[in-house]
């Protein structure tokens, strides 16, 4: 099992509609979480970290679960510039090393 | 202020041959972060520095693959012998401490072994 999964879509998502997906990871150690976004052919970038208690920036939403190991984006109104693929990336052991998911692509069409 | 700077972008190579890749940190930043990139295998982590020392090299493939850091502002990654399923791209991140802190990732080098 993947220390880290994610569905890889791509979810197709009419411009203005709202999209969720998630992200579980296999270790209940884990300490950390975050959402970083790349774009085709260019490199990642966090979009934001994941607190316990859920956080919001703009039209994103991002909540972690522990009870179940999973964490959940939500992006609002979806722009067209909101198609990328959305990478879940946790800190699994003590220390700076972080594990990314695979990815899961979105896809906002008009 | 500069971003993490990865040298050359695009490198096409044969077989056999040596290929070394270069990066430079942002100024400041403690760790640097060596990751590869493929469709079949997602974002892997192959060696990451504290403060130039290599702390965890488990993800590096095989002996092939080395990496240095022989200052604070330069890190490579070299591949020798290269070999066809080398072909990726091949990321440098740095961040500015050692913890789980946001990595800044260059643009990438671009491998292709023919």
């Known amino acids: 099992r993947k220390e880290v999964e994610q569905d890889p879509g791509p979810f197709n998502v009419p411009e203005g509609a709202t999209v969720a997906f998630n992200c579980t990871y296999s270790?209940?150690?884990?300490?950390?979480f975050f959402w970083y976004r790349q774009d085709c052919r260019k490199e990642p970038k966090l979009l934001m970290s994941?607190?316990?208690s859920g956080n919001e920036d703009g039209r994103f939403t991002a909540q972690l679960n522990r009870a179940s190991q999973y964490i959940s984006l939500l992006i609002r109104d979806s722009k067209l510039s909101d198609s990328a693929t959305y990478l879940c990336?946790?800190?699994?052991?003590?220390?700076?090393?972080?594990?990314f998911g695979g990815g899961t692509r979105v896809l906002v069409k008009p | 202020d500069a971003g993490v700077i990865q040298s050359p972008r695009h490198e096409v190579t044969e077989m056999g041959q040596e290929v070394t890749l270069r990066c430079k940190p942002i100024?400041?930043?403690?760790?640097l972060f060596w990751y590869r990139q493929t469709m079949m295998r997602g974002l892997e982590l192959l060696i990451y520095?504290?403060?130039?020392?290599?702390?965890?090299d488990s993800g590096m493939p095989e002996d092939r693959f080395s990496a240095k850091m022989p200052n604070a502002s330069f890190s490579t990654l070299k591949i020798q012998p290269s070999e066809p399923r080398d072909s990726a791209v091949y990321f440098c991140?740095?961040?500015?401490?050692?913890?789980?802190?946001?990595?800044?990732f260059g643009p990438g080098t671009r491998l292709t072994v023919t």
């Open positions: 991140a740095s961040s500015p401490g050692v913890g789980p802190y946001e990595q800044y």
């Open positions: 270790n209940s150690a884990s300490q950390s």
């Open positions: 994941v607190y316990s």
């Open positions: 990336v946790v800190n699994i052991a003590a220390g700076n090393k972080l594990t």
């Open positions: 100024s400041g930043h403690n760790s």
């Open positions: 520095f504290n403060n130039n020392v290599p702390i965890d």
